[in-house]
């Protein structure tokens, strides 16, 4: 399809292990964004990626969480020892990078961490 | 701590009425502002935006203030329908930085 893929879309894990999740961005699209939505809560920041430019990982809760992009289009946000309060539904969306803000969506990976 | 707030998490409107959705943020660096709506197990969807430069946007029923010196922005729906009901998040941007910041949402339910 044309819009931005995640899979997978439901993830049920142990506590302690560690999850991949995969964004497949729009085509095009140079800049890239994960943010996460627990329950009841808004959607919070996690890492940003423009182009060839260093990723904005500010967001980024624990050095439990990383992420990467390659060949500028696909990307993997890795979750290691994974924690109970990591569960949320973790959102990936790209642009066409600059300034207008308009960011497209994926459908989200719900993550369970049991 | 919270940049973007949406202190009201919850709206609830008649249809055909106007529903207004409030957003406060605290950064004076943020100069483009943005609306997403969200319907249950979908990812959100870009709704309206507006730069700093102005004090209002309007796209059809959806209409966006916005208040610079209360650091404040609304977003107003006339008339208001049932399919509008769902979660409405503001969010945020500084300069070319393209990172947004959220807000915790509100969710709107429109009556028939």
């Known amino acids: 399809g044309a819009g931005v893929s995640q899979s997978p879309s439901n993830k049920v894990t142990e506590k302690g292990k560690d999850v991949e999740l995969r964004c497949d961005p729009i085509?095009?699209?140079?800049?890239l964004y994960w943010y996460r939505q627990s329950l009841g809560q808004g959607l919070e920041f996690l890492i940003y990626?423009?182009?060839?430019?260093?990723?904005?990982k500010s967001g980024l809760p624990s050095d439990r969480f990383s992420a990467e992009r390659t060949g500028g289009s696909v990307s993997t946000l890795t979750i290691q020892r994974t924690q109970q309060e990591d569960s949320a539904v973790y959102l990936c969306?790209?642009?066409?990078?600059?300034?207008?803000?308009?960011?497209?969506f994926g459908e989200g990976s719900r993550l369970t961490v049991l | 701590d919270q940049q973007v707030k949406q202190n009201s998490p919850s709206l609830s409107v008649q249809e055909g009425r106007i529903s207004i959705l409030n957003c406060d943020y605290t950064n004076s660096m943020f100069d483009y502002f943005l609306w997403y709506k969200k319907y249950p197990a979908e990812g959100p969807t870009f709704l309206i935006s507006?730069?700093?430069?102005?004090d209002k946007n309007e796209d059809g029923r959806f209409t966006v203030f916005l208040n610079k010196s209360a650091k404040h922005l609304s977003l107003h729906i006339v008339p208001s329908q049932p399919g509008d009901s769902a979660v409405y998040f503001c969010a945020a941007m500084r300069g070319n930085t393209g990172k947004l910041i959220f807000g915790q949402g509100t969710t709107l339910q429109v009556k028939p």
């Open positions: 507006i730069s700093s430069i102005k």
């Open positions: 969306a790209s642009s066409l990078g600059g300034t207008t803000g308009e960011l497209f």
């Open positions: 085509s095009g699209h140079t800049a």
């Open positions: 990626f423009q182009g060839n430019s260093a990723p904005d």
